[in-house]
């Protein structure tokens, strides 16, 4: 099989995946849900994180069942020794949508012997459709999308996200935060890393970072992104690591100036965390 056949058919095994799990996130959107927290606090489950994965786990597996798969929810399933990895968020935005706030998604990400190839990000509540393979580009409902132009903070518009663990570390985003909405248009705060990335891939916004993140959360983003003309890269602007938590994401224009003002961020201010 060449190499444009291959990743087609990867391509449309992600999409149809994509689709079984936003079918269940549709199907739940505005019912009374059972919620549960994970861990720390605000970290939740509903069943609808359950369900989602495991319709896209049986669609991946009925076409490809030597591969192997990384899934939020049910952690490291198949042979080690495959060099196809999938790696899913089946729903990316869990808060949000616990809230009824429409922006969460469901994250498909290929890796292919450690590469990043295939990733597909669907948003039903939107009806968007994110996808992109390596070499094909990146589309929203299957028409071409890139990057925006803004090639300075001043006239940026950005987003970032928070880790669960934020009230634990000092290391917590609040300084960062505080920091470029300061130097920018805005920060916005999105809830869903895979639509944080898209939303950079398709020009509406012009940059991206976070920590505390998981592979699931940046893998699908990060191919819709690239393949959009996009930049990655780890804070210091030296090379990306899925599995480091930590991504600055923009649209390469303002990179190394987002790279700069991340590294010269006066970290002044310590949060109490008191009742109200
Ligand atoms: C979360 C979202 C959020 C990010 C968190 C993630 P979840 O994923 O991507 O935007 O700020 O760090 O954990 O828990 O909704 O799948
Ligand atoms: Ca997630
Ligand atoms: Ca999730």
């Known amino acids: 099989m060449n190499y444009q056949t291959e990743i087609s058919k990867l391509l449309d095994v992600a999409l149809l995946a994509a689709q079984a799990g936003g079918n269940v996130l549709q199907s739940y959107w505005g019912r009374q849900l059972n919620i549960r927290q994970k861990g720390r606090a605000g970290d939740l489950i509903t069943e609808v994180d359950q369900k989602a994965e495991k319709e896209i786990l049986t669609v991946i597996d009925r076409h490809f069942p030597d591969h192997s798969i990384l899934a939020e929810e049910s952690g490291i399933l198949g042979t080690s020794d495959s060099e196809y990895l999938w790696v899913i ?7 949000n949508y616990a ?14 012997s450690g590469i990043p190839k295939v990733g597909v990000v669907y948003n039903p509540m939107h009806n968007e459709l994110w996808s992109a393979a390596q070499g094909l580009g990146a589309t929203l409902n299957h028409i071409p999308i890139k990057v925006s132009t803004t090639d300075n903070l001043a006239d940026s518009l950005l987003v970032t996200g928070f880790a669960y663990d934020r009230r634990e570390v000092e290391d917590n985003n609040y300084a960062e935060f505080c ?3 300061h130097l920018t248009q ?8 895979s639509l944080d990335l898209c939303h950079v891939a398709g020009g509406r916004l012009d940059g991206y970072w976070e920590r505390g993140l998981k592979p699931w959360d940046l893998l699908a983003g990060v191919v819709i992104l690239q393949e959009a003309g996009g930049q990655i890269s780890a804070y210091n602007d030296t090379q990306f690591d899925l599995y480091s938590g930590r991504i600055l994401a923009t649209n390469g224009h303002i990179h190394s100036a987002l790279s700069k003002a991340l590294l010269n ?12």
């Open 265 to 276: 961020t006066p970290h002044s201010s310590k949060f109490s965390f008191l009742e109200y």
């Open 89 to 95: 968020d089946p729903l990316d935005g869990t808060t």
């Open 99 to 112: 809230h009824g706030y429409p922006q969460a998604s469901v994250s498909i990400g290929l890796l292919v």
């Open 186 to 193: 805005g920060v916005r705060r999105g809830g869903s890393a």
């Open 179 to 181: 920091y470029l909405t």
